[in-house]
């Protein structure tokens, strides 16, 4: 009955959160986003206390359920050890194993670590949600697409145009890599060895791990009744159950409750604490409460320090004309964004236009994987605020049309030395006719040609400009990103006087 | 000057007298042909609703039946460049383009199909424009045109800096089609109306705005399929910041419509139309020009027989 339960529950938060990543359309609903706001690290990084407390409470009442059900890379290991359990010709065993208790702590010291001095970009890597989101992006959407791109070449062909061609291609080959070895990785140690990522690896594994041995219902071994037949262990898929010392490591149970039934002599027992533990476990409560307060305290700190500190590393790498990379609106400030974000790639896989991508080294190595804007496939709808709203870590804050329309995430530049109109002596107005706030605008040049003139004040650094400029190369004209986020002068027109024609004019 | 006139007029007279005959054309010969006092070349309104003006002029002109035959596979392109309401006029009105599918399925058309090749995220300017509900509605089929599997590659003999382009299937696979732009101020080539209409329906727009913007919009419209009726949406006019315009400031409601068979005339027409809101000479609507050169039409619309009419 648990085992049945903690599947439907698991199968809704993959399903939804799968499905979220993948739908580039916008058919689901936007509420579904909850379910990615309640994920342990980014609820940590966007100082979500509320979800928080809420976890931490659930984890000392139940166990791991969060690992068990909500983390959509723990379901995917559960699935890929399914499969493995059909597919493999061995029936499929695990057993017991030690815990790895120096390699969970030390992972989990170094992400905190790395994170204080400001490089936040290992904690992104290791963490459960993020590094799914980018297997997701990575590895499966291309296949979603592919998919999508089939339905809709049959479907045209016979007058339907229900589904619609979606450009399929490698974003950014740095994390394609990191998505396909943490796939294939994680995959492998799934197939092989069950839950052994969130009980070796996984810092939220580990911190989660540590709060529930102290959670008041576990899975129990009845002292009396087990004869350590080890039938359980073998279903163990996280190889917490040392059946012959009749004990369970309940830091590494993620509760899945398999061995339940599986016990021929009914000795194990998903309960509360055995008699009067309850009230030794109340006489505790000044322990827990330390352990609580001091967990807080972990999840504050680093990003307390991290705001004084500046990176530890100099970018190296500079992108085309570009000075500055772009952080999408929302995101306040490069800092800001990379104190926050863990690369969990949902806003470049919900941006419609393609104009968010993996930063490679545009950031610096802190920023590796972290959302910049682009100008290649597309530029940034004015009234658009999807990237800024899915957001879980806060990374980028939640914005209003109107906030969008005042964030100026960066300030066009124009070459006019490159401009067709200087060097062809030809019309053009491309970047102005894009121009969403006429901060490109044309005005007369001569035999009756128009040229550009730039204002940045009242620009937003959509990148139309640059995405539609026809010099190549390099364009005339480009966006320079703002390390901080500025205020874009909105200007407000004057109405026209009703204008009066009541000729045909020829 | 009095030399390239006659030359000019040569060209003219020498182009129309020369037009094949193809599918889809013989109309626009024979319109071409005929003198003041015959057909109406050129249809003007002014003071009405973008439909009802719309009505008014196709009667003027015989009917839609005198150009969509029964079971023709029809091609309605708009213009749906941006994400703006109708309000904004960045876009044709939809009012408009209900009422030309509405005529196309009664003349007997098998199957209308609408699309544009927007600027903006297409998904939200086929939605916000109000074009998609509209067309969908009057039982047309609204196609996408966002990628360039689309689009297919057809070479442009006449065109002078423009040898080859790639076209959209819809262009390429229907039996006729209409041009229904909406007649706006461009940052670049000044105006936008018919002409710079076909824009649409090319796949890589940037070869335009690096190789001579003015005669690459005139060497589009050489295209063999040319739209079988040019209807100019002037209802509301973006008459400033154009082609996209800013906010409401830009716009202007002159109520205006204009519909011909010959491209560069009633783009004329609409640019001298257009010269009233604001100073708009001829020559730096340069395609006009270009596009006279060319043959496609004649910008000499004071010879031609036009119907003005006044609601």
């Keep these: 009955m648990l085992k049945k339960l903690r599947i439907a529950v698991s199968i809704i938060f993959f399903t939804f959160i799968t499905l979220y990543f ?69 029936k499929k065993r695990y057993k017991y194993a030690p815990p790895k208790n120096i390699l969970r702590w030390s992972i989990l010291g170094v992400t905190i670590f790395l994170f204080i001095i400001g490089f936040p970009a290992f904690l992104g890597l290791i963490e459960p949600y993020s590094a799914f989101g980018r297997m997701i992006v990575n590895v499966f959407k291309p296949i979603y697409l592919a998919g999508n791109n089939l339905l809709s070449y049959l479907f045209s062909s016979f007058g339907n145009y229900i589904f619609y061609h979606v450009n399929v291609s490698i974003i950014s080959i740095f994390s394609f890599v990191i998505g396909m070895v943490t796939f294939f990785t994680i995959g492998f140690l799934a197939w092989r060895y069950g839950r052994s990522y969130c009980n070796a690896i996984c810092p939220v594994g580990t911190v989660l791990g540590f709060l529930s041995k102290f959670s008041l219902f576990k899975t129990r071994i009845n002292q009396e009744k087990c004869n350590s037949c080890r039938l359980c262990a073998i279903k163990c898929k996280a190889s917490c159950i040392d059946a012959a010392s009749k004990k369970i490591d309940h830091s590494r149970c993620v509760n899945c409750f398999n061995c339940l039934n599986i016990c021929t002599r009914d000795a194990l027992q998903y309960s509360l604490s055995v008699k009067k533990k309850i009230t030794v476990e109340e006489k505790n409560n000044g322990r827990r409460q330390f352990l609580l307060t001091s967990l807080a305290s972990i999840a504050t700190i680093p990003t307390a320090m991290a705001q004084e500190k500046t990176g530890l590393f100099v970018t190296p790498e500079k992108s085309s004309a570009r000075e500055t990379a772009i952080a999408p609106p929302g995101a306040l400030s490069v800092k800001h964004l990379q104190q926050h974000c863990t690369s969990c790639h949902l806003c470049i896989s919900k941006c419609p236009l393609n104009v968010l991508k993996p930063a490679f080294l545009e950031y610096g190595l802190e920023g590796l994987m972290q959302p910049v804007m682009y100008f290649k496939k597309g530029f940034c709808n004015y009234d658009c605020i999807i990237c800024s709203n899915v957001c879980p870590n806060g990374a980028l804050q939640p914005l209003t049309i109107e906030e969008k329309h005042a964030t100026q995430v960066g300030r066009v530049v124009l070459r006019w030395g490159r401009c067709v109109v200087r060097t062809d002596e030809t019309s053009c107005g491309a970047c102005a006719e894009h121009c969403p706030t006429q901060a490109v605008k044309m005005i007369p040049f001569r035999n009756g040609l128009t040229r550009p003139v730039v204002d940045t004040e009242i620009c937003v650094g959509c990148g139309g400009c640059e995405f539609i400029c026809p010099v190549r190369p390099h364009t005339a004209i480009f966006v320079e990103g703002n390390n901080i986020h500025q205020e874009a002068k909105i200007v407000i027109d004057e109405k026209n006087k009703d204008l009066i024609i009541d000729d045909f004019g020829f | 000057m009095n030399r390239r006139n006659f030359l000019r007029t040569l060209a003219i007279s020498g182009a129309a007298f020369s037009l094949k005959l193809n599918s889809g054309m013989d109309v626009f010969a024979q319109t071409i042909d005929a003198s003041s006092s015959g057909p109406i070349n050129l249809v003007a309104v002014l003071g009405g609703e973008p439909d009802e003006m719309f009505k008014k002029a196709i009667a003027e002109m015989g009917g839609i039946s005198k150009f969509i035959k029964q079971g023709d596979k029809v091609v309605v392109k708009p213009n749906i460049g941006w994400d703006k309401t109708p309000e904004l006029a960045g876009n044709t009105n939809p009012k408009l383009v209900s009422e030309i599918i509405h005529q196309c399925f009664e003349a007997g058309a098998k199957e209308v199909t609408v699309f544009d090749h927007t600027c903006d995220d297409w998904v939200q300017a086929y939605k916000n424009s109000g074009i ?180």
């Design chain 1, 22 to 90: 993948l739908d580039f359309a916008g058919i689901l609903p936007e509420w579904l986003n909850w379910a990615v706001k309640i994920q342990f690290a980014s609820a940590l990084l966007a100082f979500n206390f509320g979800v928080l407390a809420v976890l931490i409470l659930i984890t000392l009442l139940f166990g791991r359920i969060y690992c068990s059900s909500i983390c959509p890379m723990g379901v995917f290991q559960d699935i890929v050890g399914w499969f493995s359990k059909r597919t493999g010709k061995k």
């Design chain 2, 132 to 311: 998609e509900a509209a067309a969908k509605a009057a039982g047309a089929k609204v196609v996408p045109a966002h990628e360039e599997i689309y689009y297919r590659s057809v070479s442009l003999p006449q065109g002078k800096r423009l040898k080859e382009t790639k076209i959209h299937q819809a262009i390429l696979d229907c039996d006729t089609w209409i041009n229904v732009p909406v007649l706006k101020h461009h940052g670049g080539a000044n105006l936008t109306i018919s002409m710079k209409n076909l824009m649409g329906i090319i796949w890589d727009r940037r070869i335009f705005h690096s190789s001579d913007l003015q005669q690459c919009i005139a060497d589009v419209c050489t295209l063999d399929k040319k739209p079988v009726l040019n209807i100019v949406d002037a209802y509301r006019v973006v008459k400033t910041n154009g082609p996209r315009g800013r906010s409401e400031a830009d716009v202007v409601q002159p109520k205006g419509f204009f519909m011909s068979q010959d491209i560069v005339a009633v783009d004329t027409a609409a640019a001298k139309f257009f010269n009233q809101i604001r100073e708009m000479p001829l020559d730096h609507v340069k395609h006009l020009a270009n596009g006279q050169d060319l043959n496609l039409g004649t910008m000499d619309i004071d010879n031609l027989n036009v119907k003005r009419i006044r609601m």
